[in-house]
């Protein structure tokens, strides 16, 4: 007895009968629809936002160290430039050689200096953003040259401007005192300003070549390397960690002592994935205990519409209208139901994720698929708790409904 689309209408109609029921009805699916896809959607922007902020530390890393109760052995320049030739598709390689703390005398204050040594692949250990003037390159390094890049804080207190590239730094280390060429200053990173604003004790960065330490303040390198940290494009980490231990065991002569650990962030990182999945998942489970009591509250009320109906059903049903077109009546009408909730839902989760999303400065990201999937759920929703009402509808007795008043 008639068509889907006359299924459909005759919905629509019911539903614009009782507006004020029919909102409250949907108000379960609303509420619950927007809670959930709030959640998932504020679950996706911290993913973007911790995956962008990790990003922004710099290139990806792999630090390689030879276990010193393995063996008595060390790197040395020459390891390093063989590592670095033999493993495709890296920034480069830094011996991990420590942060050294120096003083800056001035003429009014002396100045503590933290001093990072490395190679010019330091540029790589996170978004360097170079003011004025050049990171130190390969041939400093190569050159032991007493070059330095000083951050801007270190800079505007030291010398009391910013633009210090070319000027003389003397900094004593270890009772000795080098006279360093600032050949770049670099924008303030976090750890900067931290140092900057320690009490009254501020703590100022620079990097320098590792070789300075050595024609600088007379430090013996020879035998001092036990470890060195590679920079990549996060694309190559796999590739790259494949091949560093063999490389490093072939150079260093070292193959089947198991002498050679590689190290990797991206444990780390995925762990921290799986870390915010759990929490997102969680948090939108319990965001979708509300559906339940939505489709709870459309179940009770679409059986309350059957008994009121009771007559009407009877009527029907001795005209020739088949169980299933009944059932297919009230299926209908609390799918639409439930599927108009959805979509306010959906609208209400799209503006408060988007509203928190400024707040607390998320990526605001919504997959597509998640759309779709929200009203595909709220409809099923109606479908599920419409059974019990619309089969109850659709077996009563003709005579018996024709009774009721």
């Known amino acids: 007895m008639g068509t889907f689309g006359e299924y459909i209408k005759s ?32 679950g996706d922007g911290m993913k973007a936002t911790v995956n962008s902020e990790m990003d922004s530390i710099g290139a990806a890393t792999v630090s390689v160290s030879l276990d010193v109760t393995k063996t008595d052995k060390t790197f040395s320049k020459e390891d390093f430039d063989l590592i670095e030739e033999n493993i495709d598709n890296i920034y480069g ?33 996170g978004q360097v953003k170079m003011l004025h003037g050049r990171y130190f390159n390969k041939n400093d390094v ?26 003389t730094l003397p900094i004593t280390m270890a009772d000795m005192t080098a006279e360093f060429t600032v050949v770049g200053v670099r924008d303030d990173n976090t750890m900067d300003t931290a140092y900057a ?23 013996y390198l020879d035998d001092y390397f036990t470890s060195f940290t590679i920079y990549m ?29 590689i190290s990797s962030g991206y444990g780390f990182d995925q762990t921290t994935e799986t870390i915010l999945n759990i929490i ?6 319990i965001a979708a205990i509300s559906l339940l009591v939505g ?9 309350v519409s059957v008994t009121e109906r009771t007559r009407e059903i009877g009527i029907r049903k001795s005209l020739g209208a088949r169980t299933s077109s009944i059932l297919t009546q009230f299926l209908a009408e609390a799918a639409i139901l439930t599927f108009i909730g959805g979509v306010i839902g959906l609208l209400m989760g799209l503006g408060f ?33 419409g059974i019990y009402p619309a089969k109850r509808a659709a077996t009563l007795d003709p005579i018996e409904a024709l009774r009721m008043e």
């Open 11 to 42: 919905a629509l109609s019911s539903i614009r009968s009782n507006k004020g029921r029919s909102f409250l009805t949907m108000l379960g699916i609303i509420i619950g629809i927007a809670a959930v896809l709030t959640v998932l959607i504020l």
């Open 93 to 125: 390689i830094s011996p991990s050689i420590g942060n050294y703390l120096g003083e800056v005398h001035t003429k009014n204050q002396v100045y503590d200096l933290l001093m990072t040594g490395g190679s010019e692949a330091l540029i790589n250990q």
């Open 142 to 167: 190569k050159e032991g040259k007493l070059v330095c890049v000083i951050s801007k804080s270190a800079a505007m207190n030291i010398f009391g401007y910013e633009e210090a590239a070319g000027e």
């Open 197 to 219: 604003s320690y009490y009254d004790d501020p703590m100022f960065m620079a990097e320098c070549p590792y070789t300075a330490y050595e024609s600088g303040f007379g430090f």
């Open 233 to 261: 494009d996060n694309d190559y980490k796999n590739s790259v960690l494949a091949k560093a231990r063999s490389v490093v065991e072939n150079i260093m002569d070292l193959r089947g002592e198991n002498a050679v650990k």
């Open 280 to 285: 997102t998942s969680v948090v939108a489970i």
């Open 295 to 303: 489709g709870i509250g459309v179940m009770n009320i679409m059986t």
């Open 353 to 385: 994720s988007y509203l928190i999303c400024k707040v607390i400065d998320f990526v605001f990201t919504v997959n597509p698929l998640l759309v779709i999937a929200v009203l595909v759920v709220s409809s099923s929703i109606g479908l599920f708790f």
